[in-house]
């Protein structure tokens, strides 16, 4: 009777740390969490601009970045606005973002930035309805996300697309 009761504590104690060792893995997980988010933010008198931000908890490593305009990508920001408004921007100002930045918990990049004037309400105007932007990210444990600026969430992809496919980040 000893040696069974010995038995089913020693059973249980293994069971009780496999479960302990599961929950510390998902809780480290957890702690190293990107969470990225998309924007644009313009008013009259203003420039134009389009940031990305890491509002998780863990560093984001970039692993692609489109900008899609009418379901097509574009190769440039100058291309973007070129198709928006009808011509390009001098004034343009721009961050590179794409395969290998890492963005770090609370930090944010601005993407793009159109001086204060009539190009940039066009492009804002445009924007709204032709253009979005869509960012595949992974965490320090290669979980990774597709974060596309028109969904409220990022969704879980096994891998992040490979950056030679014209159809990258479609659905």
Known sequence: MLSIAAGVAAVTAVVVSLYQTALARKQLRASAWPYLAQSNSFT??????????????????????????????????????????GSGEPGLVYSSFGRGVVLPPGASRTLLTLPPGPRAERFWLA?????????????????????????????????????????????
């Open 44 to 85: 009259l008198g203003s420039p134009y601009t389009r940031t990305v931000s890491n509002e998780g908890v863990g560093p984001a490593r970039v692993r692609g970045f489109r900008v899609i305009i009418d379901g097509r990508p574009v190769s440039t920001w100058d291309d973007a606005v070129k198709t928006l408004t």
């Open 127 to 171: 924007a709204q309805t032709r253009m979005h932007t869509v960012t595949c990210y992974c965490s320090v444990y290669d979980e990774c996300w597709i974060a596309d600026s028109r969904k409220d969430e990022p969704r879980a992809v096994s891998a992040c697309p490979k950056a030679e496919t014209r159809a990258d980040f479609q659905e």
